[in-house]
């Protein structure tokens, strides 16, 4: 009896050492997360960013903290769902709702992935062609719709990991450092940047800006990709998983909220008030140069391809993914279907660059806000879902997490409402 008392001590010892999370723990968790999040930053949204803080300086600060804290709250049941029971959200709504609801979110995200990938690779030819303004813009984003397509195409999510972490980060360095050297007044930063007041009466930016940090598929992004990380790991509870993952995103969420206030200050910094006019990203770099120096141009170009690449490599790997997922398939990156997908979303993009030859900044801007009037349905989908009880057992929604939530759906619901009246001419 003793012996078995030691055995049973010693066992107990040995799983506690292994559950027990070091920094490096940590640091290995950073990942699905950051992938997300360096789809989250796209040309759209560093549009979105310079144009607000050269209309309106830092008025609209609060919002985007706001925004990254909705963000937050709205990826934190992918986090549960798939660790909990090891499936994707999208397999969740396809097993737990019905698969013309997957399908249907397939598609959604599949138009809006297309729509989106000519302004994501648009954003990284403007970047690269402040540097090498020779070569057509044309040019520049079949290249890295090409460099996106091949990256995917090996279809190993290490790989993947970690070039969109290294984007992260040089977009946190290029747009902070761009911002320090602007110069911002620290004290109108606070009074201006969190009066809590709509900027200019405009509800439209609100949304856009909304829209921008809550893309509808980010939350199907990030458990796709969690599932992924997570099917390979060994030796460690649910538990100690979920505090592995909910770091990876505050991570994330703080350097998503950093970049996107940092374009914001130096555009209302520098541009604010001084009557001239954003188009588009590259202008707010080449704005820049005469103002701060070229270095400041250089690294605001830089930060803006990091943008349009990550977005663009993003959203070729994510389709895929659900495409699989939403019809039950093997999550094979080499299958033919896959591939398929991959093309779709990497070449059609070009087909409209080449057909438009540039993507409007007022056209990017309309297509944040109108992608806000999908997250209400995503929400949706995903609140039925952690309030099934046979589907997730004792890890659905407390009676706080659906108040949580609830608000969340009410806030997208309602500016997705007013969106859709205005587009129309009732408001």
Known sequence: MQVEKLVKEKTQSVTS????????DYLKALGPAAIVAAGIIGPGSVTTASVTGATYGYQALWIVVLSCVFAYFYQEPAIRITLHKKVSIMEGVRNHIGKPASIFLFITVLVGAIAFQAGNFT???????????????????????????????????????????????????????TAFSSGPNIGNLVTEGFSFQIPGGDYWLVIALLATTMP?????????????KYTTTQNLSVSKEMKLSLFDLRVNMVGTGLITIAIIICAGTVIYGQGIEITSAADMAAQLTPLLGRYAGI??????WAAGFSSGLYQISLACMLMNQSLGKEENFKATRSRIVMLLTSLIPIGIIMLFDAVPVSL???????????????????IILCNKKS???????STKQ?????????????????????LFGLI
């Open 402 to 422: 659906n108040i949580i939530y609830g608000f969340i759906l009410l806030v997208v619901s309602v500016l997705a409402l007013r969106v859709f009246l205005s």
């Open 391 to 397: 589907f997730l057992g004792e890890a659905v929604n």
């Open 299 to 304: 690294l605001f170009a830089l930060g803006l």
């Open 17 to 24: 050492q292994k559950e027990k999370l070091t920094s490096i």
């Open 123 to 177: 954003g990284a030819a403007m970047a690269l062609n402040y540097f090498l303004p020779n070569i057509s813009l044309t040019m520049w984003a079949l290249s890295m719709s090409v460099v996106a397509l091949a990256i995917a195409w090996i279809g190993v999510y290490k790989i993947l990991e970690n070039i969109n972490m290294a984007l992260i980060a040089l977009m946190i360095l290029a747009f902070v450092l």
């Open 216 to 228: 509808p598929n980010i939350v199907l992004g990030l458990s796709a990709f969690m599932k992924k």
């Open 364 to 382: 990017i801007v309309t297509a944040q806000a109108l992608n806000g009037l999908a997250l209400p349905v995503v929400a949706t989908f995903i």
